[in-house]
């Protein structure tokens, strides 16, 4: 995505839908091993760490398309507030709580 700022929208739409699906990938490994945590606590933080990529890269594939195609999206003050916001807590706060559980149960 970085490179579509200096080559332009085409190129973001594609680093984007890169970043999409790799991140959705991320979200599918996440929730499989959500079924497996030993607590309750930890198949929680796990499955909602995993469900916030799933909505919030399509936060980001819109936005991208839009600058691409004219489809609406959020203005960017508005990405920041849902994607960013979104991924810092949901998923990366969720995820490194999960993770933290997970290693205690199992170390």
Request: aromatic share 8%; proline share 3%; net charge positive.
């Amino acid at each position: 995505m970085l490179l579509g700022f200096f080559l332009g929208d085409p190129v973001e739409l594609l680093g984007a839908a890169v970043l999409t699906v790799g991140m959705w990938l991320v979200g599918w490994a996440l929730w499989r091993r959500s079924r497996e945590a030993a607590d309750r606590v930890g198949r929680v933080l796990l499955t909602v760490s995993a469900s916030v990529l799933a909505v919030t890269m399509l936060l980001a594939l819109s936005w991208a398309l839009g600058h691409v195609v004219g489809t609406p999206n959020l203005p960017l003050e508005w990405m920041v507030a849902t994607h960013g916001l979104a991924n810092a807590v949901g998923f990366a706060l969720c995820g490194l709580l999960a993770w933290q559980r997970v290693k205690e149960k199992v170390g």
